[in-house]
């Protein structure tokens, strides 16, 4: 893939098509909460029923609609994330985009035992071997699962949100040693992380595992977090790693729980939540700008929208 990746950038492009590429501004697409179990009684063949594994339907979102990558935030395959059912629901829809997909690792993915329906699920999926095995290097190296690289002018980070299978998520465990590194040499970029358990959430779901890791990226002046695990959309108001409002320097959260598996329900509103939405799935689709970006939620089912834009902190 990367020979051919490179070709293709090395073959010549007439002037016409040289001055659109130029002019381009990279497109991301990300959600979370995705394929459900192929044993699940609402498979339906991979169609679903409209309320649960709808996993086809968001996928045709992304094909042939030319993002430059497509971010699965975690919890990619139900029920435990194990290479067969990779293989028999989130190949065929969602993995018809893998070459350009940049996962992150939901906890699903890491279990072995469940009490529903469960392809896979035993001691051979111990430590995410399913999720590692089918994303293979695009998924960053097993028992760390955190990665960044670039889109554009910006900086993405992809961090694990399953503290303790990833050594720690506390400022001086060998995740938050990395992502200081990191953030270090990417001074003088727009800023996106994105990981599967939120900080913060109206869901209920939330976890305070990631907070240091919000800390250093707040103090980075990062500009958007993606996450997944509540299976809803909301998006919040700029704000620090402590809750705050911070319209001026603070991450813009959004959580794109809204890949197909199912929808959960609102718990307590949030401090700084502005959009909230429980029964459309669909993407998020990020513009990547030089200094500034764009959002616009599109659904797969239902009607609803939400878009807007921001400048980057670090310009």
């Known amino acids: 893939m990367a020979a051919a990746f490179l070709l293709s950038w090395l073959a010549p492009l007439p002037p016409i ?10 497109v991301i697409a990300a959600a979370g909460d995705i394929a459900c179990d192929p044993a699940d009684s609402q498979f339906d063949n991979g169609n679903g029923t409209g309320t649960h594994c709808a996993q086809k339907a968001t996928s045709n979102l992304l094909v042939g609609h030319g993002y430059s990558a497509v971010l699965s935030l975690g919890d990619n395959q139900y029920y435990c994330g194990s290479l067969a059912a990779y293989n028999a629901v989130y190949g065929p829809s969602w993995g018809r985009v893998k070459a350009i997909t ?42 760390k699962g955190y990665y960044s690289f670039d889109v554009g002018s910006w900086h993405l980070i992809a961090l694990n949100s399953n503290c303790v299978q990833a050594g720690g998520c506390k400022a001086r465990s060998p995740q938050g040693l990395w992502l200081a590194a990191d953030l270090a040499a990417h001074q003088s970029q727009c800023l996106l992380a994105y990981w599967h358990i939120p900080l913060f959430s109206s869901g209920g779901r939330a976890n305070g595992g990631t907070q240091q890791l919000w800390q250093e990226l707040y103090a980075a002046r990062a500009d958007v977090i993606l996450n997944g695990h509540d299976h809803i959309y909301e998006r919040f108001a700029p704000q620090s790693p402590t809750g705050a409002a911070d319209p001026v320097n603070g991450i813009r959260q959004f959580t794109v729980g809204t890949g197909g598996a199912n929808h959960t329900s609102i718990a307590t509103i949030a401090a700084n939540s502005v959009v909230r939405n429980t029964t459309s799935f669909g993407i998020l689709s990020l513009t990547l700008r030089q200094g500034s970006y764009s ?11 939400d ?6 902190h670090n310009v």
């Open 307 to 312: 878009t807007g834009s921001a400048a980057c």
């Open 17 to 26: 098509a040289r001055q659109v590429a130029a002019a381009a501004d990279p």
């Open 102 to 143: 940049r996962p992150v690792v939901g906890n699903h993915e890491y279990l072995t035992s469940g009490a529903t329906a469960a392809t896979g699920c035993n001691a051979s999926n111990a430590g995410a071997a399913g999720y590692f095995s089918y994303f293979g290097s695009a998924a960053g190296l097993p028992g």
């Open 295 to 305: 959002w616009r939620f599109v659904a797969a089912t239902g009607s609803f929208a």
